[in-house]
């Protein structure tokens, strides 16, 4: 908890509004004070503020929820605007080509310590496996494979310092040694794509290829997650490692 004083008005908005999370997407002033520190005067002053703005909404049982208008901002964003748009058509391709989830994500920071794939973009169907990434969302590098292709990226010094940091282990396969990391870094570099199998979610194969460097953007990586059992990687490295590669030429032109 943060002491009430901590930062001005822009750095307590901001407490509310990361306060919210997938599994609690409407909170109730009694828990969001907990969450940020804030005495009830202040949360319940600085929420009619963000209400009156958009940024707030209330729901039923006197609870708040994240308001339109962050939404409509965020569509303003590169990612959106610039990287999301013009991958959709490539991302529908892979997809018609493989039946499979197909996922976009960027690398959240340029820091090694605590960075993670946020995925961006999402095309999927009735028969794809279900996964855990969402719009949104973030994921551990190390986990999944558009994650761990964007690891490949990274210089070796880069590597160290994010092996260095204390990983999690999602499933009973994740690989959070250094040695294990680094072997799939290596591999990720000779075939130009990454392998997570069954590393996030039991059952799951993840498969992923970075975009090539594209100015105004991060770091980006195309991917399909499939069952286990259908998880030809051969074939479907191929596929991604194309539609990356097509994908980043769409984007610098």
Not at 126 to 137: E, Q, W, Y
Not at 154 to 172: F, G, K, S, V
Request: aromatic fraction near 4%; proline fraction near 5%; charge should be negative.
């Amino acid at each position: 908890m943060r002491a009430e004083d901590d930062g001005g008005v822009l750095d307590r908005a901001m407490r509310i509004l990361g306060a919210f999370t997938a599994d609690e997407p409407e909170l109730g002033a009694t828990r969001l004070a907990e969450e940020t520190g804030l005495s009830p005067s202040t949360l319940h002053r600085i929420a009619a503020q963000m209400i009156d703005l958009g940024l707030l909404v209330r729901v039923p049982g006197r609870r708040y929820a994240i308001g339109d208008r962050l939404f409509e901002l965020g569509e303003l964003s590169p990612l959106s605007l610039r990287l999301r748009e013009t991958a959709l058509p490539h991302m529908q391709r892979l997809y018609e080509a493989t039946g499979e989830n197909v996922h976009l994500s960027v690398l959240d920071q340029t820091d090694p310590e605590g960075a993670a794939a946020l995925f961006v973009g999402r095309v999927t169907g009735r028969g794809s496996v279900p996964t855990l990434a969402r719009m949104g969302g973030r994921l551990p590098l190390h986990a999944v494979g558009t994650g761990k292709a964007m690891l490949a990226a990274q210089d070796d010094e880069w590597i160290a310092a994010y092996c260095r940091q204390p990983l999690l282990r999602e499933t009973t396969l994740t690989k959070i040694d250094t040695p294990g990391i680094l072997a799939d870094v290596d591999s990720a570099r000779a075939l130009g794509y990454a392998v997570a199998r069954e590393e996030m979610t039991l059952g799951s194969v993840s498969i992923g290829a970075t975009l090539g460097q594209v100015p105004g953007l991060p770091l980006a990586a195309l991917g399909v997650v499939v069952a286990r059992d259908r998880a030809e990687e051969r074939r479907l490295g191929g596929l991604v490692r194309q539609a990356a590669a097509d994908l980043t030429r769409s984007l610098r032109t």
